[in-house]
């Protein structure tokens, strides 16, 4: 259904409830490691994981105002704390929510509840370098601004850019660039508490600094 209403320029809104690992105890089989890549790689659909109640307003806004592209909200089952800085600018699918004095030399990337974990690692980073944190909540429509805007957002002198998601690789390397990094997914999820997943797979503060200090 969700293809046929991209085909057909139906602006159906379809809401998902399993966003990431985090849903640990329900199992690998309800973890879409790869599914949000799939639904991204689709022409006229957009793609909205939010990381807090004003983006999901921002994603539910779109899709409500939409005239031919369907819109998926995915979801977490998780709490997610209030974001300083969300903002309506989630419908222009990436802004700056946490930035720094001047040019940044290190760009973070995410989306859904890591935007926290990337805003927690900038802040351990403050002494050693510049870093702006970018939400990405939704790819589609961040691709449907102007050159200058992406710009504004992702300046492409800056090439040390980290991508922060709880889900597969795939999609991101447009982002981050041949100098970038990931911290993603390299393969399926596992049964667990979702805090104890992510330490696992490495979901955690260190790890993200690790990779910014790797670059």
């Avoid at 819109?71 to 997610?80: F, H, I, Y």
Wanted: charged share 20%.
């Amino acid at each position: 259904m969700a293809r046929l209403s991209a085909l057909m320029g139906v602006p159906l809104t379809f809401v998902l409830t399993h966003d990431s690992i985090g849903v640990g105890e329900d199992g690998p089989t309800h973890e879409p490691i790869e599914q949000l890549a799939m639904l991204r790689a689709m022409p006229n659909f957009h793609v909205f994981r939010p990381c807090d109640g004003v983006e999901t307003a921002a994603a539910w806004y779109s899709a409500m105002t939409s005239e031919k592209t369907p819109t998926a909200l995915v979801l977490t089952r998780q709490n997610l704390t209030p974001m300083p800085g969300s903002s309506k600018d989630a419908l222009k699918g990436a802004y700056v929510i946490d930035d720094c004095e001047g040019t940044p030399d290190v760009i973070l990337i995410a989306t859904g509840s890591e935007v926290e974990l990337a805003v927690k690692a900038k802040a351990e980073l403050s002494s050693e370098h510049q870093i702006r944190v970018v939400s990405m909540p939704c790819m589609d429509l961040f691709e449907e601004q102007s050159d200058e805007y992406k710009e504004s957002v992702l300046p492409k002198n800056v090439r040390k850019r980290v991508a922060i998601e709880a889900l597969g690789d795939f999609g991101w390397g447009k982002y981050v660039g041949l100098d970038g990094a990931t911290v993603t997914m390299k393969g399926f999820g596992a049964s667990g508490p979702a805090g104890k997943l992510f330490e696992h797979f490495g979901f955690t503060v260190e790890n993200v600094v690790k990779t910014v200090r790797s670059l």
